[in-house]
Nanobody, 115 residues
Framework: QVQVVESGGGLVQPGGSLNLSCAAS????????VGWYRRAPGSQREQVAL???????HYTPAMEGRVTISRDSEKNIVYLQMNGLKPEDTAVYYC?????????WGTGTQVTVSS
């Protein structure tokens, strides 16, 4: 049984920073990639960032330059450092684990950017 758990969300003022964590546990033998997604109220889910199994990173243009995705392979944790947060970044942020033949989602962590 594979589990994915996000943490690190919260309330932050505009211009602030948060570091989200995505911890994976269970029988994971190979990771093809880990992505961070978000869903704002009334909007569709969108990808924020992705790190592939080889370590390549991809960012959505809306957040490029303000976010950094990184990983600790020994601990099976992927981080999303977000800086310069804006009210429009308010959303539930989800982690998606890609393994051969399957994918797993966490339940999300709420990020609220407000003064």
């Amino acid at each position: 049984q594979v589990q994915v758990v996000e943490s690190g969300g919260g309330l932050v003022q505009p211009g602030g920073s948060l570091n989200l964590s995505c911890a994976a546990s269970g029988s994971i033998f190979r990771v093809n990639g880990v992505g961070w997604y978000r869903r704002a109220p009334g909007s569709q889910r969108e990808q924020v960032a992705l790190i592939t199994g080889s370590g390549r990173t991809h960012y959505t243009p809306a957040m490029e330059g303000r976010v950094t995705i990184s990983r600790d392979s020994e601990k099976n944790i992927v981080y999303l450092q977000m800086n310069g947060l804006k009210p429009e970044d308010t959303a539930v942020y989800y982690c998606n684990l890609l393994v051969p033949g399957s994918e797993y989602w966490g339940t999300g962590t709420q990020v609220t950017v407000s003064s």
